[in-house]
């Protein structure tokens, strides 16, 4: 038996090619849609048609002709092969003869010839699968990336719609160029529309015509405005009598344990006041261990308190020091059980001042949030933290402006004592408009 493959464009082009070379007698088992040539994996080719065709050679079945098979009728023959190749049990009845063994043993020949390029079709298959997956994968992260790229030009342009919706008004008004620039650096910044465009307004009242063209001019307006508008303590103050006693409270987090380890080493180290330390931070042991490393190295005393009557107690017992500090527990400012603590520990102490401890990375919502919370107690100043984190700071200036509150320090990383400054007007302007980079 002669088992072989045929292609052409159609059908009858492929049975053209099966007749000529094997006849009219050959018998079709198969037929498929095959790839022509063309890409690695002939994906590109045309589809052609792919037969197999088998012959009977000289009327036996053997491949040359030489196991004859007189046990089946000729028209049977071809049925009970293809009966074999599926894998068929022979029929019942079939002689299992030395003569039908051979015919068995041919077949399977055959069969494996038949199968070789089929595994050579399946070995191919598979690495058009892997292919396709590999591609299908890179457009999967093509698509990720496309996704990506259109929600931040959805961004952009919802950004650009609000600052050009925003510009229009202004523009409407007839607004200088100069101020326009100036109130979308200040948004840009972070600072609230309504307080930006406030003071854009009350510069068109106050800067005359001529002054209004130069944009130096404009801009130092603009900061001398800020600057009457922040507030800041300049720092700690030592009381002609008695002692300052400071207590960081805030959010979780923010920094409160660093700072008051910055605050003291400034005050002991650069002021040479007495300091000591207190904690009332006690649920948690690192915590306590934290502030106890930073007292050691500075030669600080450190008391830990659990409670109002310990605090008052640890506050006696230090009538002698310039300064202390108070570090607590971060509090959720949305816990009301937490917050209520805090206000009894530090109720009716009127010595005490509280130094509310906030993020600039927080968002300006929150920071107003947080701060209408603590602002239950009577907050005496306000320490912003992580400045070396944050991008813009337009917040600081939306919570001076909603809160007035003066701000005493900044923190700008996470080194002691290194990373505290006193805030001051010009530094806090300058944060936003850049005045000593312009
Ligand atoms: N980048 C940066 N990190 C800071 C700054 N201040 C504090 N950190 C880091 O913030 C983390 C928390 O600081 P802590 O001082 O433990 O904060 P906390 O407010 O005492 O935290 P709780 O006691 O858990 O509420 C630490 O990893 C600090 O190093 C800062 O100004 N900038
Ligand atoms: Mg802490």
């Known amino acids: 038996m002669q088992i072989k493959r045929y292609r052409g464009a159609d059908m009858a082009e492929a049975l053209q090619k099966v007749k000529e070379e094997l006849g009219a007698e050959a018998i079709i088992l198969s037929t498929r849609q095959v790839r022509g040539g063309g890409g690695k994996f002939g994906l590109f080719g045309k589809p052609l048609l792919e037969v197999t065709a088998a012959r009977d050679m000289d009327g036996s079945l053997g491949a040359n002709g030489d196991i004859p098979d007189p046990l089946a009728p000729p028209e049977n023959r071809w049925n009970r092969i293809q009966a074999f190749l599926r894998g068929d049990k022979p029929p019942p009845g079939a002689r299992e003869n030395g003569l039908m063994r051979q015919i068995m043993a041919k077949n399977r020949i055959e069969t494996r010839q038949l199968l070789t390029p089929l595994q050579d079709d399946i070995q191919e298959l598979k690495e058009v699968l892997h292919a396709v997956g590999d591609a299908h994968r890179a457009t999967l992260r093509e698509e990720e990336d496309f996704h990506q790229m259109r929600n931040d030009l959805v961004e952009m342009r919802q950004m650009m719609h609000r600052l050009s919706s925003n510009s229009a008004g202004l523009r409407e008004a007839n607004l200088p160029e100069n101020l326009l620039v100036l109130y979308q650096q200040l948004t840009f910044n972070g600072v609230e529309d309504k307080f930006a465009k406030r003071l854009v307004e009350e510069a068109v009242k106050n800067i005359p015509g001529k002054e209004m063209e130069d944009f130096s ?65 006690t649920f948690r042991i690192a915590a306590v ?22 605090l008052k107690q640890a506050l006696a017992d230090t009538m002698d020091s310039d300064v202390v500090f108070i570090d607590t527990a971060g509090r959720s400012q949305r816990d009301s059980m937490q917050m209520s603590e805090l206000r009894k520990l530090f109720g009716g102490e009127q010595e005490i001042e509280l130094v509310l401890t906030l993020s600039t990375t927080t968002k300006d919502s929150d920071l107003t949030d947080i701060t209408r919370r603590f602002g239950e107690m009577p907050i005496s100043s306000v320490l912003f933290t992580k400045l070396d984190e944050s991008t813009t700071y337009g917040s600081l200036i939306n919570h001076s402006i909603r809160f007035k509150m003066p701000i005493g320090y900044l923190s700008t990383g996470q080194k002691v004592p290194e990373d505290l400054e006193v805030a001051t007007k010009e530094r806090l302007v300058d944060l936003l408009l850049n005045i000593s980079g312009a």
Do not use: C, N
């Open 217 to 281: 001019y404009v801009k130092i307006f603009l900061a001398r405005m800020l600057m009457k508008i922040v507030r800041v303590t300049g720092g700690i103050q030592q009381p002609t009598e008695g002692r300052k006693i400071l207590a960081l409270v805030g959010p979780t987090g923010v920094g409160k344990t660093t700072s008051v380890a910055k605050l003291a080493s400034e005050q002991a180290i650069k002021h040479k006041r007495k300091v000591s330390l207190i904690t009332v931070d």
């Open 289 to 310: 261990e934290q502030l106890k490393v930073y007292a050691r190295i500075m030669g600080l005393s450190l008391s830990v308190v659990t409670g109002k009557a310990e």
